[in-house]
């Protein structure tokens, strides 16, 4: 007899078990994507491979934390614009016209490119690694260069920090360069396009 109501309680004690697990599992939802992948899709807006693999985040905005978002710019000066300043700034110091040759043949070919934030994103004892890439034509960068947003410098712009700062040494041979910046620990990825004029 005691064991009859010791098995009825087992089952009775499986039974909220399993409602419970139901319930709390309720509002998430296992869906197949477009490429076959199934994933679950949880009430709160996150999602992860059913498998739960911990290399997937769920990067919407809405998903990111206030304190981690980042928005990075790209500023383009032409060697023309460049070549311009120069002299402008040479010829206020009263330089000569030797002087002034001599320094424009040290511009930068196909100009400068800025990666840019505004200072006030760049947080004490909160650095992010990034890897800056610069590509022309094909599949293989021109630049890449891994540095932490802790080594930005101020711009001539008020509130604006350089992240990097890349002089182009040899003229571009698309009208249209692409920019990448990769944050591995984030494992977010900003992609660019960078017209030159």
């Known amino acids: 007899m005691k064991w009859d109501r010791v098995c009825k309680w087992a089952r009775s004690l499986s039974l909220v078990a399993f409602c419970a697990a139901a319930c709390a599992s309720a509002a998430d939802i296992i869906a197949t994507t477009s490429n076959g992948s199934t994933v679950l899709l949880h009430d709160n807006g996150r999602w992860e491979y059913y498998q739960n693999n911990a290399k997937i985040r769920d990067?919407?905005?809405?998903?990111?934390?206030?304190?981690?978002?980042?928005?990075?710019?790209?500023?383009?000066?032409?060697?023309?614009?460049?070549?311009?300043?120069v002299r402008m700034?040479?010829?206020?110091?009263?330089?000569?016209?030797?002087e002034i040759r001599d320094s424009l043949r040290k511009v930068p070919k196909g100009g400068i490119v800025?990666?840019?934030?505004?200072?006030?994103?760049?947080k004490k004892g909160f650095?992010?690694?990034?890897?800056?890439s610069i590509y022309d034509k094909g599949k293989s960068p021109i630049?890449?260069?891994?540095?932490?947003?802790?080594?930005?410098?101020?711009?001539?712009?008020?509130?604006?920090?350089?992240?990097?700062?890349?002089?182009?040494?040899?003229?571009?041979k698309s009208k249209v360069l692409?920019?990448?910046?990769?944050?591995?620990s984030a494992r977010q990825t900003l992609e660019f396009d960078i017209p030159v004029r």
């Open 59 to 85: 990067v919407r905005p809405s998903a990111i934390p206030e304190d981690a978002k980042f928005q990075i710019t790209i500023n383009y000066e032409s060697v023309d614009k460049l070549k311009k300043d």
């Open 89 to 98: 700034m040479m010829e206020g110091e009263l330089a000569t016209e030797e």
């Open 114 to 122: 800025y990666f840019q934030v505004p200072t006030e994103q760049i």
């Open 127 to 132: 650095v992010r690694e990034l890897t800056y």
């Open 143 to 172: 630049f890449s260069q891994t540095a932490r947003d802790s080594e930005a410098t101020p711009s001539e712009d008020r509130g604006i920090s350089n992240l990097m700062v890349v002089p182009l040494y040899a003229k571009p």
């Open 178 to 184: 692409k920019a990448k910046v990769v944050s591995e």
